[in-house]
T-cell receptor, first 112, second 113 residues
Framework: SAVISQKPSRDICQRGTSLTIQCQVDSQVTMMFWYRQQPGQSLTLIATANQGSEATYESGFVIDKFPISRPNLTFSTLTVSNMSPEDSSIYLC?????????FGQGTRLTVV | GENVEQHPSTLSVQEGDSAVIKCTYSDSASNYFPWYKQELGKRPQLIIDIRSNVGEKKDQRIAVTLNKTAKHFSLHITETQPEDSAVYFCAASVSGGYNKLIFGAGTRLAVHP
């Protein structure tokens, strides 16, 4: 199975700033998925990132707030823009195809 | 839209008892159903999964069953141990893919010695 690496693993950010999270895969994948897990909540899909096209966002998520890049078949970034305390969450990436649906180690973001 | 319902939200059992968590899904095209265990402060870890061409899958003390007709699937943990205490999430694939997932709300399992 693919190995997914995420950076940073955690960060504490000031409100109003932006943070870019990186997701690196050790093999070429068609799609990369970004999820959010708010404190005490389940996981929610933010968007699907395809190489060479605009990301597809789920209801409630917009590109201005969560811009995504997918420059090649092994890498993607998610930016959390103009952060507020409500953005404090764990952000996770996943990939397809893969034999199993597993996640990178996640990025724990705290906005103060 | 697609939806996954998970029950119960909390479950308390005695060590050695069995625990069952149930999920229902709405997307008839769903074909992949993973289960995750999340311990406090850690990322969700895949513990078992099942695909739509299989009705049951077992891995040691953990088993998952799938009823595609009824659109529900269940996680069974036998001989529970205190280290099984965690939050468990079910998920179902959407849009015909595998890893684009909709998650249930989670079940907090407590296993008491």
């Amino acid at each position: 199975s693919a190995v997914i690496s995420q950076k940073p693993s955690r960060d504490i950010c000031q409100r109003g700033t932006s943070l870019t999270i990186q997701c690196q895969v050790d093999s070429q994948v068609t799609m990369m998925f970004w999820y959010r897990q708010q404190p005490g909540q389940s996981l929610t899909l933010i968007a699907t990132a395809n190489q060479g096209s605009e990301a597809t966002y789920e209801s409630g998520f917009v590109i201005d707030k969560f811009p995504i890049s997918r420059p090649n078949l092994t890498f993607s970034t998610l930016t959390v823009s103009n952060m507020s305390p409500e953005d404090s969450s764990i952000y996770l990436c996943s990939v397809e195809p893969a034999t199993e649906a597993f996640f990178g180690q996640g990025t724990r973001l705290t906005v103060v | 839209g697609e939806n996954v319902e998970q029950h119960p939200s909390t479950l308390s059992v005695q060590e050695g008892d069995s625990a069952v968590i149930k999920c229902t899904y709405s997307d008839s095209a769903s074909n992949y159903f993973p289960w995750y265990k999340q311990e406090l402060g850690k990322r969700p870890q895949l513990i078992i999964d099942i695909r739509s061409n299989v009705g049951e899958k077992k891995d040691q003390r953990i088993a998952v069953t799938l009823n595609k007709t009824a659109k529900h699937f269940s996680l069974h943990i036998t001989e529970t141990q205190p280290e099984d205490s965690a939050v468990y999430f079910c998920a179902a694939s959407v849009s015909g893919g595998y890893n684009k997932l909709i998650f249930g709300a989670g079940t907090r399992l407590a296993v008491h010695p």
